[in-house]
C-alpha cells in the first residue's frame, strides 16, 4: 500500500516562512511527479507547485517567487519551501503523487493524495 504522509503545517506570522515535507512509502519502483496542492475553506483544490522526475516544475502564479519546490528522489520526498506567506496562502496543503509504479508484470502505476497539512498565517 502506498502512502503520502505529510508533516511541516502549522501557524506563522505574515512575512514568515514554513517547509513542508512529504514522503512517500511503500513497494514503489519510481514517481514521475510529485507536487502540491492547497485548498482553502469554501475554495477549489489549487495546484500550488509540482515537480517532475527530470527536474520540470509548474508552480502557480500567486506563488512564483515566494516557494520553492524540492525533491530526493532516493527518499522518494518532496518539499515545499515558503517564504513571504500571506493570510492568503492560509489552506489546507495536500501532497500529490502521479506515475506512482508499483508493478512491471504487469504494468502498474498510481496517482496518491496525502491527507493535508495545515497552514495558517496570520496577518
Known amino acids: 500500500q502506498v502512502q503520502l504522509v505529510e508533516s511541516g503545517g502549522g501557524l506563522v506570522q505574515a512575512g514568515g516562512s514554513l517547509r513542508l515535507s512529504c514522503a512517500a512509502s511503500?513497494?514503489?519502483?519510481?514517481?514521475?511527479?510529485m507536487g502540491w496542492y492547497r485548498q482553502a475553506p469554501g475554495k477549489q483544490r489549487e495546484l500550488v507547485a509540482r515537480?517532475?522526475?527530470?527536474?520540470?516544475?509548474n508552480y502557480a502564479d500567486s506563488v512564483k517567487g515566494r516557494f520553492t519546490i524540492s525533491r530526493d528522489n532516493a527518499r522518494k520526498t518532496v518539499y515545499l519551501q515558503m517564504n513571504s506567506l500571506t493570510p492568503e496562502d492560509t489552506a489546507t496543503y495536500l501532497c500529490n503523487a502521479v506515475g506512482v509504479v508499483v508493478s512491471f508484470t504487469p504494468y502498474r502505476s498510481l496517482e496518491v493524495w496525502g491527507q493535508g497539512t495545515l497552514v495558517t498565517v496570520s496577518s
Open positions: 515537480l517532475t522526475s527530470l527536474g520540470r516544475t
Open positions: 511503500g513497494s514503489i519502483f519510481s514517481i514521475n511527479t
